[in-house]
């Protein structure tokens, strides 16, 4: 039979209130003997305290929800794995939550999760409706945003610079001569696809490249989604000598459908995607992309929370990480600077 704290108090030869205050480290003092004849009975016993109920009544759990929109991607798990380490360090546990982009599914687990008197949130949201965000603040639940951005929302959020990485992505087939460069965007109604759109006008702009709107198309950030929204960008006369998708699932998506109808990358059609997961480095030809700073991002959201959580900072503070393009096979950046390097002699 489990022993209870009524069984480590008869050992102990004290009272329940006073294993209590032992055990939860109460402000209330307990002479140290008395102490030590606590611990000695909760040691001799294997008494385990019940850490929901401790939890209850100092209204904490020492756990943290986190919610993200599509664990099967690959760029969440290196934020979690971020997060989990510095909560772990400091004892704290993760519950995660996977919406599926379901802003209903969102607003159910926020609840949940509040039920269940977490010590505070992380999430990258699925659209841009704050209602069940303002909730949070009015429970000052503390909350902090990891990737993806909410507009108008003051808010503790992590992100990467979404403007400038596209930007870099689009600037760099420029340099290479592309002048017909598609764009394969994330749903229109996220900050995040938002911003990597605006970077993507940004850079043709600046280079005196109207923008043609038939060569913009939306996606869903998954790898079917990228293939579909090609297949219809090489439908068009003339198609794009260039793609720039707004992550790398898509990115190897839009590869696949150009593989499929008998193109090469970057021959005909260069590609390059952003977040740099695994896989694009993995995949024939390696993809060049934008890669954000996924770990770190992970591990400064978990810091932020816990400074919000010990009662730390003033107004919402937003940390913004530098995204870097990594140049791979995809772009065909490396076959032409092997172009330009002079043959030897004979």
């Known amino acids: 039979m489990t022993p209870t704290i009524r069984d480590v108090a008869r050992k102990a030869g004290v009272s329940v209130a006073t294993v209590s205050r032992v055990v939860n480290e109460s402000a209330h003092k307990v002479r140290e003997e008395t102490r030590q004849r606590v611990l000695e009975a909760i040691q ?3 008494y385990q305290p019940n ?8 209204r904490t759990s020492h756990t943290i929800g986190l919610i993200v929109p599509d664990i099967s991607n690959p760029f969440y798990p290196a934020i979690a794995r971020g997060i989990e380490d510095v909560a772990n360090a400091h004892g704290y546990a993760i519950v995660l939550c996977n919406t599926y982009e379901d802003l209903a599914k969102e607003r159910e687990y926020l609840s949940l999760l509040r039920r269940r008197w977490v010590d505070g949130l992380i999430f990258a949201t699925s659209g841009v409706n704050t209602k069940h965000l303002q909730w949070l603040r009015g429970h000052r ?19 990467v610079d979404n403007f400038r990485g596209a930007y870099l992505a689009v600037q760099h087939l420029i340099g290479l001569g592309h002048r017909r460069i598609g764009f ?30 038939a060569y913009s198309v939306e996606g869903n950030f998954r790898a079917e989604g990228g293939d579909s929204a090609m297949q219809k960008l090489l439908q068009l006369s003339p198609p794009p000598t260039a793609v720039f998708a707004a992550n790398d699932l898509m990115a190897i998506g839009a590869m696949n459908a150009i593989k499929r109808v008998g193109l090469r990358i970057p021959g005909d059609v260069a590609v390059v995607g952003f977040d740099d997961i695994p896989f694009a480095s993995l995949v024939e030809p390696r993809l060049t992309t934008v890669a954000q700073p996924k770990y770190k991002m992970g591990a400064m959201a978990m810091t932020l929370l816990l400074e919000r959580i010990e009662g730390k900072g003033d107004g919402p503070r937003k940390i913004l990480l530098e995204p870097e393009l990594i140049v791979r096979d995809s772009c065909g950046a490396r076959e032409k600077e092997a172009e330009e390097i002079p043959a030897p002699p004979p």
């Open 44 to 46: 001799a016993l294997g």
């Open 141 to 159: 639940v503390p909350v902090v945003l990891v990737a993806r951005d909410v507009e108008g929302l003051e808010i503790d959020a992590v992100l």
């Open 184 to 213: 394969i965007g994330g749903p229109s109604t996220l900050h995040v696809s938002q911003e990597r759109r605006r970077g993507y006008l940004q850079a043709l702009d600046d280079a005196g490249i109207a923008p043609d709107p």
């Open 51 to 58: 850490d929901v109920a401790r939890g209850l009544k100092k």
